[in-house]
């Protein structure tokens, strides 16, 4: 086991930048209140009475943390000599050349882990580095199942009105981390998502024509995968969706766009 160095309990240094901190910090609760200043200076004490309490309570606290960390040795003792001969001695060969700091709350620690099956004492971490394996989906039923929205934001609009909805989604295929960008986008190009309030009609033909889903993948996707995203799209969604890469030509109108993956 390892532990450190027994050292007595040491009195309380008083240092003159002690005082001037202890002073400040009287004078800021009064500055603080100005209006109550008189009634606030009434319930402090000078810094000679501050100083003689904790030259009394120093060594308390000190004597208390120090009983409490030996408790704490005590009970990490009763922990280890709860296993057997052959777990004892691994234990303490772990507890030897494992990188936590010679504290007894890390050592209880460990004990716990080993517990409940989190550190494999044969195979401690920090010799042995679990493989990380990124999450995948590989066979998504939803759209849900297969990404997660990070973002969501309005483009195209204006003051006090809705504009287009821009959402943003990660996932993993199978073939590595993609990023979709859906964006609400106009059939007819040369409407808006805005009216100003003075040409704002009752019957108003601004969006009349209906929106389409354009979702634009950044990061490695195959053809397949984005079949795969447009179908989980389109089921979620009744306007058209259409899916493309990052860096393709990207459709102004309805009328452009090419057949999609069939569902």
């Given at each position: 086991?390892r532990f450190?160095?027994?050292?007595?309990v040491e009195?309380?240094?008083e240092?003159?930048?002690k005082?001037?901190?202890f002073?400040?910090s009287?004078r800021?609760?009064?500055?603080?209140?100005?209006?109550?200043a008189?009634?606030?200076?009434?319930t402090?004490?000078d810094?000679?009475?501050?100083?003689?309490?904790?030259?009394k309570?120093?060594p308390?606290?000190?004597?208390?943390?120090?009983?409490?960390?030996?408790?704490?040795w005590?009970?990490?003792?009763?922990?280890l000599w709860?296993?057997?001969?052959n777990?004892?001695q691994?234990?303490r060969a772990?507890?030897?050349?494992?990188p936590?700091?010679?504290?007894?709350?890390?050592?209880?620690?460990?004990?716990h882990?080993?517990?409940v099956?989190r550190?494999?004492?044969?195979?401690?971490?920090?010799r042995?580095?679990?493989?990380?394996?990124?999450?995948?989906?590989?066979?998504?039923?939803t759209?849900?199942?297969?990404?997660r929205q990070?973002?969501?934001?309005?483009?195209?609009?204006g003051?006090?009105?809705?504009?287009?909805?821009?959402r943003t989604?990660c996932?993993?295929?199978?073939?590595?981390?993609l990023?979709?960008?859906?964006?609400?986008?106009?059939?007819?190009?040369?409407?808006?998502?805005?009216?100003?309030?003075?040409?704002?009609?009752?019957?108003?033909?601004?969006?009349?024509?209906g929106h389409?889903?354009?979702?634009?993948v950044?990061?490695?996707?195959?053809?397949?995968?984005?079949?795969?995203?447009?179908?989980?799209?389109?089921?979620?969604?009744?306007?058209?969706?259409?899916?493309?890469?990052?860096?393709?030509?990207?459709?102004?109108?309805?009328?452009d766009?090419?057949?999609g993956c069939?569902?």
């Open positions: 086991m450190n160095r027994w050292r007595r009195g309380y240094v240092t003159s930048r005082r001037a901190a002073e400040r009287q800021l609760k009064r500055e603080k209140l100005p209006l109550f008189e009634l606030i200076r009434e402090q004490h810094v000679d009475t501050e100083m003689a309490r904790r030259h309570s120093w308390i606290a000190q004597q208390q943390g120090r009983d409490a960390r030996a408790a704490k005590r009970e990490a003792r009763r922990r709860s296993h057997g001969h777990m004892r691994l234990l772990l507890w030897r050349e494992c936590y700091p010679a504290d007894p709350t890390y050592l209880l620690d460990l004990f882990q080993i517990d099956g550190v494999d004492p044969e195979r401690p971490p920090w042995f580095h679990r493989e990380i394996t990124p999450r995948i989906t590989p066979n998504p039923i759209f849900d199942e297969a990404f990070i973002g969501h934001t309005k483009v195209g609009g003051p006090k009105t809705i504009g287009a909805d821009r989604f996932g993993n295929l199978g073939s590595g981390l990023f979709l960008e859906s964006t609400v986008r106009l059939v007819e190009p040369n409407e808006s998502f805005y009216t100003s309030s003075n040409h704002r009609l009752r019957d108003s033909h601004v969006g009349r024509s389409w889903i354009d979702i634009e950044f990061g490695k996707a195959s053809d397949e995968d984005l079949c795969v995203i447009q179908r989980l799209a389109q089921m979620v969604d009744t306007r058209p969706v259409s899916v493309r890469l990052s860096g393709n030509w990207a459709r102004s109108s309805f009328n766009m090419e057949p069939a569902a």
